[in-house]
């Protein structure tokens, strides 16, 4: 049975028994802070499962997207972990429980996949008894394939009842395992059982049974009125089992894939042989998760999601490197993801040039960076030599791992081929710094079920009602107030509150487009609205401050949505699709929307393409934005289901979560896109457009910023207004600043020559009173002599006094500019003795600054001129201390 099949066959199963298919969420969870990706099936049914927001749905089932790191060190070693995987779920929320859970598992198990029943074994909680005793008596599974386990093993969460948080939701688990036959390398086939690392008893199937939430005291259960199920069955697990291969990169949708990698790298790969070659499964995985989470919009980067994305590659390529790869390759495995997974995720196969762009850009990038790790390595072994030591600190082994990728095993074996050695624990206490340090600042939090005064909000009231695409104002009531992090019943005035309504026409920030403000008006007060934002499950916050009087739970209000400024937000949004319309038509059809920012002042739209856009190119969709807005189409919006806009052609953001219906909006003839946000009636309204800058924020992603209607015209008026003082300044029309300028780069660079030509005259003249100072260390003629010239006038003098005295060394210091400069020279009969890189070091390191450079020639530098005499006055010193070493 294929994959596809596999994963066909669960949902229809589902379906027919009353559940409702929910499509699978981005891997960026749009609502919820607690994670940085979706892990599981049961995230986006969070408040289903805390019994608040939508409970119209009590049966669901769908097909979820997952990506997890914690298990990144199990993938390609064991035949059964991934970075990115699929989780089949099933989901009741107050309806079935463990009898109905475990009956429909085994029913699908048996009937529809047709599994051995002799191969199937089964774990339960060890205090379960309801469990096994569905399992022994109803489904008639024998007493020896029921295995009973502890907590960490069949409590969910892990160690729930004795570590989880007060308040958490939480249960015992059963666990469907299948029977793959003996395997070659486990560690005691006598003995061999589900617990066994062996793998040859692979789970495939995980009921968790919501029973309880977490007391204050350790083992402290209270049961929920409302009992759940979330189950997890690894899809890609369930499709080696029906495969009949034992290891899930045999599969349909991992073979190709991996065979693809073979291909480019020309490795000899025996797939039977799991302890051989576990780079090729490793960057197979890789690169497929790569290919999922760009076309969920993360790109590489240096902090959260794009961090952990860009290790994904780092990792894949050093495993490459240790096959032999030599040329970036991961962006070539690209187009067989894309084929393998077309079925169920086209827009893989439909971004693949844009993703493998992205993928060969950043493998080109950690090639440079590989390069200079490399170098940095071998100043640190110089500079360990050089003072004796044998033993690279640490700190060192990590920054050359964590900046430019430098395996520690890698830096290891080179320091080993030395004679040298690494610090492990060092190393080792850098890496856990770091991910302390990492789960600080991504604000992860590690409980699963948000809490606060929201999730109490969602407990006791209804989604709020949007209703400001067709007015600004509306009548509503006030649901709830926040001040602080406490619900309260009333705010006076002066409180920062959020206010939840039950309807509004207040904006909620969503797609790049930020909130609404205005104000909401009570009988007994006010409140300044200065944001609106949304909380997961479509509750809108209005955060403000109280400015009049004082605002009552449940009193009745109106609202205002300041209209000026949503019109010129509702400008910026529709040029930004402008925007989008006349990128694609003069950079290409691959363009496609990376992120916006949409405000009232500005506009920023991000976008996939590979180089700076030129200036011409700038001209041409600024001026095709402008043909559109003189045309005034009409901007249409409505609803209509998904499928129907995608044939439609509608541009969608990937990485975001659609419904079943989605809001189509359409520009004329020539832009149709899916979009919330909040619209003009004609484009004509946007008035003008003007870009104010392009660059690049990430590997293959570029940046446009603009403004609209009143802000480009008072860009414009900026503009003019400097050009009129430009030409006032310059003594000219406005017509001919260019050419003013044109003529007094000249007049300066002339006038530049023959200063220089001066001072060299001058320096060739004085040279000789210099040289008559010059004094003598250690039989070394050497002359030290400060100036006002800069640096590049300070070598010239260097070099004009080393050919005058032939034998010896020059030391020249300057305060020129507010910055203190040096520059050593050393003539040529002297440099197998004294080396100028070093004695110029030496000296700046009196001042506090730093330098270097050949033997015969070096410079330094530094921020405090006032140390020039105290750097100048070592100089002596110095340049004995390295003469006495040779001598």
């Known amino acids: 049975m294929k994959t596809s099949d596999v994963r066909t066959a669960y949902l229809e199963f589902f379906q027919e028994r009353g559940h409702k298919l929910v499509p699978s969420d981005s891997l960026v969870p749009q609502d919820d802070p607690t994670v940085l990706f979706t892990p599981a099936g049961m995230n986006q049914f969070k408040d289903q499962f805390l019994g608040r927001g939508d409970l119209s749905v009590r049966r669901a089932v769908s097909c979820q997207k997952c990506f997890r790191a914690d298990d990144i060190d199990e993938v390609g070693r064991t035949p059964c972990h991934h970075s990115f995987f699929e989780m089949l779920g099933n989901f009741s929320f107050g309806d079935y429980f463990k009898k109905g859970a475990i009956e429909l598992a ?128 690894g899809l890609e697990r369930t499709a080696a089992v029906m495969q009949g291969v034992f290891s899930n990169y045999q599969t349909d949708v991992f073979a190709p894939i991996v065979n693809e990698v073979v291909r480019l790298l020309a490795v000899d790969y025996d797939p039977d042989k799991l302890d051989k070659h576990q780079g090729v499964r490793r960057i197979a995985d890789h690169v497929r998760a790569v290919a999922f989470l760009i076309g969920d919009g993360v790109l590489p980067a240096n902090d959260g999601r794009g961090y952990v994305e860009r290790r994904l590659i780092r990792r894949a390529m050093l495993d490459g490197l240790d096959l032999g790869a030599r040329e970036p390759f991961l962006y070539a495995v690209v187009p067989v993801v894309g084929r393998v997974m077309n079925d169920v995720y086209p827009e893989i196969e439909q971004r693949r040039e844009n993703i493998a762009r992205i993928i060969r850009a950043e493998e080109e990038r950690f090639q440079s960076t590989l390069a200079n790790g490399s170098r940095l390595l071998d100043e640190l072994v110089a500079d360990l030599q050089s003072k004796g030591l044998s033993t690279l600190p640490g700190v060192e082994a990590f920054r050359l791992y964590d900046t430019y990728g430098l395996p520690f095993e890698v830096t290891e074996q080179i320091l080993d081929d030395r004679g040298m050695s690494t610090d492990r624990d060092g190393f080792d206490r850098e890496m856990d710094r770091q991910r302390a340090q990492a789960r600080s600042a991504s604000g992860i939090e590690s409980e699963v079920f948000d809490s606060g005064p929201v999730s109490k909000v969602k407990e006791q009231a209804e989604p709020t009602e949007f209703l400001g695409y067709e007015t600004h104002t509306a009548e509503a009531v006030v649901l709830a107030l926040i001040v602080g992090n406490e619900l309260v019943d009333t705010a006076e005035a002066g409180d920062e509150v959020t206010a939840v309504l039950d309807r509004t026409p207040f904006y909620g920030e969503a797609g790049g487009q930020i909130g609404d403000t205005g104000s909401i008006q009570t009988e007994s007060g006010s409140v300044d609205v200065l944001d609106t934002q949304r909380a997961s499950g479509g509750y809108f916050l209005h955060v403000g401050k109280v400015t009049d009087g004082r605002i009552v739970a449940g009193d009745r209000a109106t609202c205002t949505v300041d209209i000026a400024r949503r019109r010129a937000i509702a400008r910026a949004h529709t040029g930004t699709h402008l925007l989008q319309h006349a990128l694609r038509k003069v950079l290409g059809a691959h363009v496609e929307q990376a992120g916006s920012h949409v405000a009232p002042d500005r506009l920023r739209f991000d976008f996939s393409h590979f180089e700076a856009a030129k200036p011409d190119e700038l001209e041409r969709i600024e001026e095709i934005v402008n043909d559109c807005i003189l045309e005034g189409a009409d901007v249409a919006v409505e609803e ?199 004695l110029v070091k030496d000296i700046a390191a009196a001042a506090g600054g730093g330098g270097g450079g050949r033997p015969d020639m070096a410079q330094a530098g530094g921020k405090d001129p006032s140390k020039l005499g105290d750097a100048l006055g070592t100089a002596p010193d110095v340049i004995a201390a390295y003469l006495e070493k040779t001598n």
């Not at 085994?106 to 191969?119: N, Q, V």
């Not at 040859?200 to 995980?206: C, G, L, M, P, S």
């Not at 977490?214 to 189950?231: A, C, S």
Request: proline fraction near 4%.
């Open 640 to 838: 209509m289901p998904l499928e129907a806009a995608k044939s439609a052609g509608a541009l969608a953001f990937f990485g975001e979560k659609y419904g079943e219906t989605v809001r189509v909006v359409r520009i004329g003839e020539y832009s149709i896109e899916l979009c919330g946000g909040t619209h003009l009636e004609s484009v004509a309204q946007v008035g003008l457009l003007r870009i104010t800058s392009e660059s690049s924020i990430a590997s293959g992603t570029r940046r446009i910023e603009a403004v609209t209607g009143r802000e480009a015209l008072a860009l414009g008026r900026r503009r003019e207004a400097m050009l009129s003082r430009a030409a006032e300044k310059l003594g000219t029309d406005e017509g001919r600043v260019l050419d003013r300028i044109q003529n007094l780069f000249e007049e300066n660079r002339a006038l530049r020559d023959d200063i220089k030509k001066l001072k060299q005259r001058g320096a060739g003249e004085s040279a000789d009173d210099i040289i008559a100072d010059a004094a003598e260390v250690c039989g070394v003629k050497l002359i030290i002599h400060e100036s006002e010239l800069r640096p590049d006038e300070l070598r010239e003098l260097c070099d004009v006094l080393k050919r005058k005295l032939k034998s010896g060394v020059v030391v020249l210091g300057s305060g020129e500019g507010g910055k203190l400069s040096l520059v050593c020279g050393v003539t040529d009969d002297l440099t197998d003795r004294l080396n100028a890189g070093k």
């Open 106 to 233: 085994w029913e699908f198990i048996i009937d529809r996949l047709e599994l051995d029943r002799d191969k199937l074994y089964v774990s339960v909680y060890e205090d379960d008894d309801e469990s096994y005793d569905c399992w022994k008596n109803e489904i008639g599974m024998p007493a020896d394939r029921i295995y009973r386990l502890d907590e960490h093993e069949n409590f969910w969460p892990a160690d729930a009842p004795t570590k989880s948080p007060p308040g958490m939701l939480c249960g015992p688990c059963t666990e469907i395992f299948y029977d793959m036959g003996p395997q070659p390398h486990c560690p005691d086939p006598a003995h061999c059982d589900i617990t066994c690392e062996c793998k040859r008893y692979v789970e495939i199937w995980n009921l968790v049974l919501q029973q309880y939430q977490k007391g204050e005291q350790p083992g402290e259960l209270h049961p929920l009125d409302m009992q759940n199920i979330d189950t997890g069955m």
